[in-house]
Nanobody, 123 residues
């Protein structure tokens, strides 16, 4: 059974850091492109970052570039999103997902989603 499970969300002060984890089962994380998306209250879902297949090319939304880092640990079969210099506007439910393909894709019809983890940035 293919599955993604996120963890690592929580409450953090502005300027702080969090690391989200996305543990995969039923496939290996370097087999498919894995994306992170987020949805803030009252806003549309936004693509945040992607890590491609075996080469591991990474891409970021302009809103998180130079603050967030996506990475992958093949031994743990887990993808991470390191979030630094967090801002209140980063508050959202964060999802990892994959289209079970090789290209980065952020559509609402992605094949496989995690359950989401809440990140709240507030003083």
């Amino acid at each position: 059974q293919v599955q993604l499970v996120e963890s690592g969300g929580g409450l953090v002060q502005p300027g702080g850091s969090l690391r989200l984890s996305c543990a995969a089962s039923g496939f290996t994380v370097d087999e498919y492109a894995i994306v992170w998306l987020r949805q803030a209250p009252g806003k549309e879902r936004e693509g945040v970052s992607c890590i491609s297949t075996s080469v591991g090319i990474t891409t970021y939304a302009d809103s998180v570039k130079d603050r967030f880092t996506i990475s992958r640990d093949n031994a743990k079969n887990t993808v991470y999103l390191q979030m630094d210099s967090l801002k209140p506007e980063d508050t959202a439910v964060y999802y990892c997902a994959t289209d079970l393909g090789r290209t980065c894709y952020y559509g609402s019809d992605l094949e496989l989603w995690g359950q989401g983890t809440l990140v709240a940035v507030s003083s």
